[in-house]
């Protein structure tokens, strides 16, 4: 009888189990824009798309635009610390580095490009 009582806590334990290592939906600081160039639920699908397809037309055809610029992204995602002194986007917990972290998604923006904004790019400081 005791091994069938270990067989059902078992079968309970591995049923349950799972369910107690997904992890809870990254939180991270609040975007200082009224709201983001593209509908949240696009952004989370495809940023990185438009990303992409941003830095192409500017490195290959001398096109800038900010609408989809990482500039654009970080200028308004960015927090400051409690000495007001700009956090990089991709340190722990913050806009970036809280969702790739949470989708097991390398980040290799920030080996060439700025993690903090630039003066001129900063929305609603």
Known sequence: MGSVCQL???IMLTGVLPLSVIADEPIFPRARGERCV???????RAHFEFLNHHGQQTVERGIRTGRHSLAGCIGCHAARDQNADW???SAPGQFCESCHSY?????DCFSCHRAVPEADRVMGN
């Open 103 to 107: 989708a097991a998604v390398r980040i």
């Open 38 to 44: 593209e509908p949240v639920g696009i952004m989370r």
């Open 8 to 10: 059902l806590l078992l």
């Open 87 to 89: 956090i990089p986007v």
